[in-house]
C-alpha cells in the first residue's frame, strides 16, 4: 500500500505532458497484459492459436511453355511452405483461373471435460474485409459475420454450435488479395497482425483470450489430421487439363503473381 501511495505522489509531481505521456504509454500497454491478468485469476477452458499463410494459383510465360503452379507461404516469414508446378507447351492446356488469398488460421482448443456451445469468437485484422470468407470442416457448424460495434473497428464474429470436450477445430477466415491488400504486405511491407478481443460461450462470459502464435507448418498439419474430405480446399491441388491434339487455347492473364517466397529450411517455414 506504501508503494502504491509514493507512486501516486511521485506521478502528481510530473509535469503536465510528463502526465500526458506516461497516461498514454499506460493505456497502450494493457490490452497486452489484460489477457494474461484475466487468465491468472480465471482459467480458461477454451486456448485460441493463430497462424497466417497464403496461398497462389498462378500462371508464369517459360519461353514456349507456359508454367502452372500453386503455394502455400507462410505470411509472417515470407517462406514457402509447399509448391506444385507443371510446365506444359503454350495453348495445350486450361488451369483454374489466377489468384491468391490470405488464409488466417484460428486453433481453437476445448481444453475442458464439458461441451462447449454457442462459442463467439470476435476477430480483426488488416486481411479481412467485405470479400472475407469462412472455411471450416464439413462437420463443423458454423458462421461468420462482419459487425460493426458502436465506436469500435468492424470485427468478424466466428460463431460455432458445439465444440466438444478435450477436442480441437481449426476455422480459416480467407480473404483475396486485392490491390490494396497486395501493396499493404508486399510493397509497404507492413505487418499483418490479428486481435482476438473477446471469446463468449454459454459456459462463461465475454473475456479477451490469449493468443498464441502457432507454427504455421504444424497448423497446417494439425489442420490436415482434423478435417476430412472438405470439398472447399479441393482447388489446393495442381489441376491443369490437357487439350486434345485439335484444340488449342491461349489462356489471357490478367493476374500479377506475388513476389518469390524465400527459400527457407522445413525448420524455418512456419516460424513467426
Known sequence: MNILKRGWDW??????????????????????????????FRPTIIHVGVAFYTYERGVQPQGMNTLYFFERRN??????I?????????GRAMAPDPQAWVLIKL????????????????????????ATQLLTAPTLVATGNKEAPPDVKPLYVISIAT?????????SLKTP?????????????RPVTIQVPYVSADQFRQYPPIVSR?????????????????????????????LPPNESKDQEVAYRVLSRAKACSEAEAGVW
Open 107 to 130: 486453433l481453437l482448443e476445448n481444453v475442458s471435460d464439458r461441451d462447449i456451445t454457442h462459442l463467439r469468437i470476435g476477430v480483426r485484422s488488416p486481411a479481412i474485409n467485405q
Open 11 to 40: 506521478f502528481w509531481r510530473q509535469s503536465f505532458l510528463s502526465k500526458v505521456a506516461l497516461v498514454g504509454l499506460f493505456a497502450a500497454f494493457v490490452p497486452f497484459v489484460l489477457p494474461t491478468v484475466v487468465a491468472w
Open 82 to 90: 509447399r509448391r506444385e508446378e507443371q510446365s506444359v507447351p503454350s
Open 214 to 242: 502457432t507454427n504455421a507448418v504444424k497448423m497446417l498439419n494439425r489442420e490436415g489430421v482434423l478435417r476430412s474430405d472438405d470439398e472447399a480446399f479441393a482447388a489446393e491441388k495442381l489441376q491443369v487439363t490437357m
Open 75 to 80: 505470411l509472417v516469414s515470407n517462406c514457402s
Open 177 to 189: 488479395i486485392d490491390d490494396y491488400l497486395r501493396e499493404f504486405i508486399y510493397d509497404k511491407r
Open 163 to 171: 465444440v466438444p470436450a478435450s477436442s480441437s477445430v481449426v476455422v
